[in-house]
């Protein structure tokens, strides 16, 4: 078997065993295999996509490309959670410190943002002293004395997924739901975890535009996460508005802090974030054994006591990071309402695609990354305004002159009220 | 439009544009598409089939990446012919003179041989002298002059197809009936013919194995040829035996050269050889406007009157081959019958595997050929064999030590007899 035969089987839609998904990654890996094969075989891939059984030897075999974080030793269970991504999304920085103060034990490596999508490395990054280039042994060791650590992606951390989504990015072969399944899974079963929760995000904001195509994802990801022996639950949430008010690096910090120290003073977009956050906090609590009762009453407690928020800066603190010295913009504009009417749409990508435009995010992998930028959104759907109102508050580096793409990111009508959408479905068949 | 883009809207089944053809084989030419790039369109397009238009398409622009042979100002008709070569296959070398003596023009371009299939330039060059590396200027002068030249492709005859082709080798994309077609048409018309008779080969000695996949590479080379406004005839043609007696390159160049000479002596093979050639030519003279009657008439003048030789003649010493010192193998070697039988099967594949371990054909590009050696078939199928009969005689630099590969590729039966084949079909639809 060599790489040209592995290219005809994938072609022809023969099924490839465990031995060829592993010839292919360490091809991948050692670059034995080149990037013009690779890339005709992923196009097949697309074309002929993986059954469930495949896409679990993929995994492992990505998976076992690299070095595995080893996590035996740690108080159990070990838990990772994941969401393909959002505006706003700033989950990771409120579930670490819940999880930890519940007695779950997180190692979680995470990545850059890149277009509208913003990454939990650069939220980090934005606290002044946040060390994010942690050794496998400082994680080890923080993860067994607090609870929760968390690195930047390491280079050999699964590297044939590294080359494999390299070239899916340059050759049209992303949306496929095996491939992303596999990518997805393999760097989590890398980083060491036996519980996974994953959110997968649908809507304007997210990876996902539609609820069919981010349940179908999920639920690769459930059984193929199950066939690879993980514990795995996964739930589609919604990503049609911005998930909290703060959308960009600081502000995304600053919002996780407050919600975790005064969760009851939260405003109505904070709490409708918490409540996406205790129901995922609860689910993976399920997830390692305790009864939805139990589990829901726990999330809720560690909020309440304070206990969540001290994980919090305990974590902050371990990594070196100084919340005092958070940077913040040198000009704040506000965007006012400039009717009276109700609150029908508030637009992620409009909104997201702003930020980018102020520097709050990335549209190449070399872009730097301006941390005290960004935007807070005042309203909620269905809510009603009348003029000189706050919608927005741009945070920006300099004076705002164009406000028609933030007006243009919500929408105000007369009368329209704005469907209800569920925040958030498990996805079990 | 970028490269990605031109790889979704493939991957997706939209049909190209000329201008996107004309991007692709741009940047193939260029090396500004990557080959990671190309191989993922490759593989699109091998499972997202091309349209026939789009074929055309893609043959013109491929064609255009390079500089085209001008036959402006050359006597007309100019012909070419293209083989999709076989074992033995020396019919360029009987066709080029006999088409010169009717008074077409030919200016063909030829490649060398890889496997079990020869090359036209590998059987030239056995023969000592013989200049293949002819500038344009040269091969336009020369068939000015005698109405025929023959030189190796050149790296800027359609260059967009030679890197296509060579990652089409390495990425199990070869197989693909449009790529295929566009990949032999965008030479021919780079090589500046405007009528081209095309001799698909079926059979364990060709390319395409069966005589229903070699009639659909007829069909859609006579469609896209046409739709690339050429004037194109089609043949399917038998290669399930070697095509006359010789195999190996000096051995076919001796062998073209007596068919000429002496046509009425032809040994049954070489008569089964001649005909074909008859029909070829009569076919090509058709396609450029003559009647059926007078084309078969033409051609078989010119065989016997010796015009025909004689442009051989005048052919191999314009580009300087001295055949009085064409190679002789040091040993012969022959190989009898040992039972009394029919003959059902002569294997063109096993024969031509068996000369290229002597040193006859290529395994790789690198390799060297000895032009001398070969074999040379002595029966036909259906002949009665009796016990001392020679079957066989394999030309060869040393002594042979193991007949069995050579025994095995003949196979005499007690009553059975070999079915009947046909030749030659024209395809039409």
């Known amino acids: 078997m060599n790489a040209i035969d592995l290219i005809r089987r994938r072609r022809d839609g023969q099924v490839h065993s465990r031995a060829e998904f592993d010839l292919l990654c360490t091809g991948a890996r050692d670059a034995s295999i080149p990037d013009y094969q690779l890339s005709a075989w992923l196009m097949a891939a697309y074309l002929r996509p993986l059954t469930e059984s495949e896409t679990a030897d993929l995994t492992l075999a990505m998976a076992e490309s690299g070095t595995r974080i080893p996590m035996e030793g740690l108080p159990r269970p070990w838990l990772d959670k994941h969401s393909t991504g959002g505006v706003g999304d700033k989950m990771t920085l409120l579930l670490g410190p819940i999880f930890a103060a519940c007695g779950l034990t997180t190692v979680k490596l995470s990545g850059r943002g890149l277009g509208i999508t913003g990454g939990t490395i650069d939220k980090l990054e934005s606290i002044p002293g946040f060390q994010t280039q942690l050794t496998r042994d400082a994680l080890r060791d923080q993860a067994n004395r607090i609870g929760f650590a968390l690195g930047a992606q390491t280079q050999d951390l699964a590297p044939a997924d590294r080359v494999l989504y390299a070239l899916r990015d340059v050759t049209a072969t992303v949306e496929s739901i095996p491939l992303i399944t596999a990518s997805i899974l393999s760097k989590k079963i890398a980083g060491g975890c036996d519980h996974l929760l994953l959110d997968v995000k649908f809507g304007r904001g997210a990876f996902m535009p539609t609820i069919e195509d981010a349940r179908q994802l999920a639920s690769s990801l459930r059984k193929v996460g199950t066939a690879a022996r993980l514990r795995v639950r996964t739930l589609v949430t919604d990503m049609d508005e911005p998930l909290g008010a703060a959308i960009g690096n600081a502000l995304e910090v600053a919002e996780a802090r407050a919600l975790l120290e005064n969760p009851s003073s939260a405003t109505a977009r904070g709490q409708r974030l918490l409540a996406l956050a205790e129901i995922l906090a609860s689910e993976a609590l399920e997830l390692t054994g305790q009864n939805e009762a139990n589990a829901r009453a726990q999330v809720k407690q560690v909020l309440a006591s304070g206990a969540a928020a001290a994980k919090f800066h305990e974590w902050v603190a371990a990594q070196g990071g100084d919340l005092a010295r958070l940077p913040e913009a040198t000009h ?86 704005a469907p209800e959408r569920p925040l958030w479905t498990v996805v079990e068949d």
Chains 1, 2 share one sequence.
């Open 332 to 417: 704040q504009t506000d965007i006012l309402a400039n009717a009276s009417g109700t609150v029908t749409d508030i637009d992620p990508a409009q909104l997201a695609r702003a930020v980018v435009a102020l520097g709050g995010g990335r549209m190449t992998k070399a872009d730097f990354i301006r941390p005290e930028v960004g935007a807070i959104v005042h309203v909620s759907l269905n809510d009603r305004v009348t003029p000189g109102d706050r919608l927005l508050t741009i945070h920006s580096a300099a004076p705002i002159n164009n406000l028609a793409p933030w007006r243009a990111a919500i929408t105000i009508a007369e009368s329209a009220v």
